[in-house]
């Protein structure tokens, strides 16, 4: 018995040996695959902003807010901002909104549930004509979705009542802190586009830099090269249900369309799915239009959620809604390269799998790296990873690939939020991906159960944070 000891060790640490090269493998191949399409987007954004920026020398200097600001206001706007629970910021929200908008057209509907006493108290406490609180006729919290219906019914009354028709519909959320000129960019390309998405800048919270920076990283990459290149495919653009314009005239045709509301109450990512639909209408742009004299662009800032539960939340809400149900809702539609974006609007998914292959791969190859040292029979096994073979040249690519991720999330990240942001944008990949894995878990148990147990669809709200007079 002493004597099969040796071999058993021998055999098992040669079985965990065949399993760590193929795991490697696998996770390597996968990484290099989803590395070549990040890659792929990033030469197009690049080919994009060298085009912009050779047409700008040829043509002239580019549109700011300080140019956009003097031209006429054409059209009157309806701003929708559904509030569930926002007494804390709801009325700051309000008071900075109306003070700040640099366009003498527009009417704000704030909707309110019949439950939610405190944040009716605080949106009626701001006193403002344009301001118009809607009472839903359910307790709350419903979906979002029927929120918005509730504002759109309400902006119908008011047609009724003045015989106008709106220009467009604007969604903003109650922690919102909107740019002055951004209804004067909506009134300048709609109706020639039919959705308009202006960039979302998420403030960093120096009580939670890992969480909350995670959020900055991620939509300075995303609202900073993703959005201006699916726009530059061709493809439908999704509404990020803040700093968004929706033209009356499409929104309404998709209200006939399905029965009298335009927005969804049976989905979870109402905005991602009717900024697909509307902008396939009429198109859609996407605008990071420069603030002029100040660094930056024109774009909607707010805080994100800034603890771990409050972010998983979110991020499976998203999660569910975008790769569950708009695979489900809205399937493979458009051409090429409208399904190449749908794909990476799942892609999520994948990466989740991904991330979990390629940490038990690095793991279990600390592991039989060790072994190989400390015990000493071991050590006539060969490398896991042979100097000149196919699997070290693959890991080479690959470890390119994910360098190259980390410069360019940084670059971006830096550009919106400074250096020192930058910097931290490398060690909080770690953060992006450990909320990339758990919301997948958590989003599968989710869809399963609307699945199979019919769960109604509620408003999983998360805490939100008004900033004292805008600045985080």
């Known amino acids: 018995m002493d004597g099969d000891f040796p071999n058993l060790v021998m055999m098992l640490a040669a079985g965990l040996w065949i399993l760590t ?47 956009m600001s003097a031209r006429t206001p054409q059209g009157r706007f309806a701003i929708f901002v559904p509030a569930w629970e926002e007494a804390e910021v709801i009325a700051p929200m ?15 509907f704030v909707g309110i549930y019949p439950n939610d006493p405190a944040t009716r108290i605080a949106a009626a406490s701001v006193d ?16 979002k979705a029927d929120c918005l219906n509730h504002l759109w019914r309400a902006m ?54 890992w969480v909350s920076g995670h959020y900055a990283d991620e939509f300075a990459e995303q609202h900073g090269k993703n959005m201006t290149v699916r726009e530059a495919l061709g493809a439908a653009l999704p509404s990020a249900g803040v700093a968004c314009a929706f033209a009356r005239e499409p929104l309404g045709r998709v209200a006939a369309a399905r029965g009298g509301l335009p927005f969804d109450s049976a989905a979870l990512t109402e905005d991602y799915e009717l900024g697909l639909t509307i902008s396939r209408m009429g198109g859609g742009a996407f ?48 051409g090429l390269a409208e399904r190449y974006m749908l794909l990476r609007d799942r892609k999520p998914l994948a990466n989740a799998i991904i991330i979990v292959l390629a940490y038990a791969a690095m793991a279990l190859a600390a592991l ?97 944070r008004f900033p004292e007079d805008g600045n985080p």
């Open 94 to 108: 309000l008071h900075r909104l109306t003070a700040t908008l640099d366009h003498p057209h527009y009417d704000i």
């Open 368 to 464: 039989c790296y060790g072994l190989h040292h400390v015990v000493p029979s071991l050590r006539s096994l060969p490398p896991l990873v042979e100097p000149d073979s196919p699997l070290a040249a693959l890991l080479l690519v690959t470890s390119g690939l994910l360098l190259w991720r980390l410069v360019v999330r940084a670059a971006f990240t830096t550009a919106q939020h400074g250096w020192v942001e930058g910097a931290l944008s490398i060690p909080r990949s770690v953060i992006a991906n450990i909320f990339g894995v758990a919301a997948a878990r958590r989003a599968v148990g989710i869809w399963l159960a609307l699945l199979f147990r019919g769960q109604a669809l509620r408003w999983e709200k998360t805490a939100h």
């Open 156 to 209: 119908l009354h008011r047609e009724g009542e003045t015989g106008a028709r709106y220009k467009a519909v604007v969604l903003h959320d109650a922690e919102d802190v909107v740019h002055a000129c951004e209804l004067r960019i909506f009134d300048h390309l709609i109706p020639k586009r039919a959705m308009v998405q202006l960039p979302v800048v998420p403030f960093t919270d120096d009580q939670s830099p």
């Open 287 to 334: 605008v990071r239009l420069p603030q002029g004299a100040e660094r930056g662009a024109v774009a909607t800032r707010e805080h994100f959620p800034a603890t771990f539960g409050a972010a998983l939340r979110q991020k499976t809400r998203w999660l569910v809604g975008i790769a569950f149900q708009g695979w489900d809702r809205l399937g493979w539609q458009g």
């Open 21 to 67: 090269r193929e795991l490697l493998l696998l996770s390597a191949i996968l990484v290099a695959i989803s590395g070549l399409d990040e890659l792929f987007i990033d030469g197009v954004y690049l080919f994009v902003r060298t085009r912009r920026r050779l047409l700008r020398r040829r043509f002239g200097p580019k549109w700011t807010a300080d140019t």
């Open 128 to 143: 403002d004509p344009r301001i118009r609180l809607c009472l839903t006729t359910r307790a709350g919290p419903t979906t």
